[in-house]
């Protein structure tokens, strides 16, 4: 059986364990349309210790999210806007971003307006994504003094999620907080709902940081480069020397194992002048062209990688290792991801929340209005690129 039917058969069986659970559990279980809940007050414990036992920190930690936002929206509106700009303007489809959806394929895919992850990494970065993003909310609530109804978990159609419920959180069948308003934790000054507000994409930033700092630790720990992996440019010197695709391990007398060893190499190379290419391919003689816009010679080739092992102490370990280090890269990969989407200025996006707290404080209570109008026109226009971008690429 090849692994692309084992994870077909991996994300029907999540889906069907998943019902299986809601159906067990049915008399705890809320529904408002294809949205399934279940609140819980485990955890409210231990969430009010965290956040009561190092206040300092938890001060620091909520600015350091709002700086986090200061960058995040202005930024993510910029993407979205150029994102949109270049759809309507050249009818070409999306590139960058997408729906992030559970694939069978062995590695991370990427087509317009859509980005397939292998199924197992999915649902285990999916589990990391929104506990630190709403374990990070509910600690900052608390250290703000505050309160937490319930936590919980929620499934959106067949996508599992969870959630950290704020007093007067509006959620369905929330009837301990009538007449009071209701909205994304509203209950202290604007600052403090800034604070926790920001914190779950703050959390989302330091665990993909986290993760990637693993991956590539690891990866320079375990494994050694054998050189790099090029693609030689049609028309330039390598390709008319008889060079396609392989991999390159020394420059004369220079051994290659980085760009840097390259870079190194070919530094003073000058038109004209004549190197020795040592690759995969064999040995080529390669005289080094003009090029506009490039100082020095130029060889035509085109690098992607690097060429790397596992040391031989851990080759046997490889298989085990390779499938733990993908799954860092995936986790660090939706965390940012996810995390800068999340901080779109566009309710019900937490950045939208934000910017009406903060419109709110400048121009009053009309402020819901607007930043409804405009989060319908935003989401919408994004959905329709992606839509469109999916449905040309078919």
Do not use: C
């Amino acid at each position: 059986m090849d692994q692309s039917t084992l994870r077909l058969g991996f994300l029907v069986g999540m889906i069907g364990l998943i019902f299986l659970l809601l159906y067990k559990d049915r008399e705890n279980v809320e529904r408002a349309g294809i949205m399934f809940y279940r609140r819980t007050g485990k955890g409210l414990d231990l969430i009010d210790r965290i956040a009561k036992k190092f206040p300092r920190f938890w001060n620091v930690y909520s600015w350091g999210g709002i700086l986090a936002g200061i960058i995040s929206i202005p930024a993510m509106l910029y993407f979205v806007a150029k994102l949109v700009h270049k759809v309507v303007s050249t009818g070409e489809p999306s590139s960058g971003a997408g729906l992030v959806y559970p694939s069978t394929a062995s590695t991370v895919t990427q087509s317009p307006g859509a980005i397939g992850v292998p199924a197992e990494y999915w649902f285990i970065s999916i589990a990391v994504l929104m506990v630190v993003h709403e374990l990070s909310h509910g600690i900052i609530a608390r250290a703000q003094d505050f309160e937490i109804n319930s936590v919980g978990v929620i499934v959106l159609g067949v996508i599992p999620g969870a959630f950290v419920e704020p007093k007067g959180s509006g959620l369905p069948g929330n009837e301990s907080d009538e007449g009071k308003p209701h909205g994304a934790w509203n209950e202290g000054d604007w600052i403090s709902n800034i604070k926790v507000l920001a914190a779950g994409s703050w959390a989302n930033y330091l665990t993909a940081g986290v993760f990637l700092v693993l991956a590539i630790g690891l990866t320079g720990a375990l494994t050694h480069s054998n050189g790099v992996v090029y693609q030689a440019q049609e028309e330039y010197p390598a390709a008319t020397a008889g060079m396609t695709n392989g991999t390159l391990t020394g420059i004369d007398n220079y051994t290659v194992r980085s760009i840097e060893d390259v870079q190194r190499a070919t530094e003073d190379l000058d038109p004209g002048e004549s190197v020795v290419l040592r690759t995969s391919e064999g040995n080529f003689s390669v005289t080094a062209a003009e090029r506009e816009g490039y100082e020095g010679g130029y060889i035509g080739i085109q690098f992607v990688q690097l060429d790397t092992e596992y040391n031989e102490s851990v080759k046997g370990f490889s298989g085990f290792l390779g499938w733990f280090l993908g799954l860092f890269r995936v986790i660090a990969f939706l965390n940012l991801g996810i995390g800068l989407f999340n901080m779109l200025p566009a309710k019900p996006l937490d950045g939208g929340h934000i910017l009406e707290a903060v419109v709110e404080r400048v121009i009053g209570e009309d402020a819901k209005s607007y930043v409804n109008a405009w989060s319908g026109i935003a989401l919408l226009s994004l959905i329709m690129v992606l839509v469109y971008s999916v449905a040309v690429s078919l």
